[in-house]
């Protein structure tokens, strides 16, 4: 499968300031990629998919201006948190899409966001 | 809207022994089925996959799968655990290229 890495792996950062997250697919040309976000002890939630070249879809209820999402190669995405609030405290994970007809994903190892 | 539904949010299990993990599905013509584990603080890693053909998955680690059409179910069994296992574990479907996750299940392998 895809190899995914993301950077960095921990942040903790004061609140009211912003945060970039990197997701790198090392060895696939991913047009699709994809971030969750995931609360202590549960499940992912799709925040929203990134294509490369075009505007992110983002999921009902995640404000698009609080997380900014460029997808501007083949093998990088973007996650940034704008203003940062505790709240935002999370794991966030992100994905690439095989392309295969299987609707397979592989995943990066996520980042631990913690704001102050 | 395409659902998946763990059963067990927590399964303790002594080292050596069976588990099974269970997971439904809501019902649909098609749908491809997946298992991931996940370990502390680490992203997830693919188990395995149904996708068509054989009911019976063989994934990483010597975990297997079971896709059930007529129970919706695609529980995931391992004959014997090792400490290592101790994890979250998430049976996913897609739904339209996306991934929906069930709640997740916590297995933890003790000695």
């Known amino acids: 499968g895809a190899v995914v890495s993301q950077h960095p792996s921990r942040v903790i950062c004061k609140s009211g300031t912003s945060v970039k997250i990197e997701c790198r697919s090392l060895?696939?040309?991913?047009?699709?990629m994809f971030w969750y976000r995931q609360f202590p002890k549960k499940s992912l939630m799709l925040m929203a998919t990134?294509?490369?070249?075009?505007?992110?879809?983002?999921e009902q209820g995640v404000e698009k201006d609080k997380f900014l999402i460029n997808h501007a190669s083949l093998t990088l995405s973007t996650l940034t948190v704008t203003s940062a609030h505790p709240e935002d405290s999370s794991f966030y994970i992100c994905?690439?899409?095989?392309?295969?007809?299987?609707?397979?994903?592989?995943f990066g190892p996520g980042t631990r966001l913690t704001v102050l | 809207a395409q659902s998946v539904t763990q059963l067990d949010s927590q399964v303790p299990v002594f080292e050596e022994a069976p588990v099974e993990l269970r997971c439904n599905y809501s019902?649909?013509?098609?749908?491809?089925l997946f298992w991931y584990v996940q370990y502390p603080n680490q992203g997830l890693q693919l188990l395995l996959k149904?996708?068509?053909?054989?009911?019976l998955v063989k994934g990483i680690n010597g975990f297997e799968a079971e896709f059930n059409k007529s129970q919706t179910s695609f529980h995931l069994r391992k004959p014997s655990v090792h400490i290592s296992d101790t994890a979250e574990y998430f049976c996913?479907?897609?739904?339209?290229?996306?991934?929906?996750f069930g709640a997740g299940t916590t297995v933890t392998v003790r000695a």
């Open positions: 994905s690439v899409d095989s392309l295969s007809s299987t609707d397979t994903q592989y």
């Open positions: 060895d696939f040309q991913a047009t699709t």
């Open positions: 990134s294509n490369e070249g075009s505007k992110a879809t983002y």
């Open positions: 019902s649909s013509v098609s749908v491809y």
């Open positions: 149904y996708l068509s053909g054989s009911t």
């Open positions: 996913a479907r897609s739904n339209d290229y996306k991934l929906s």
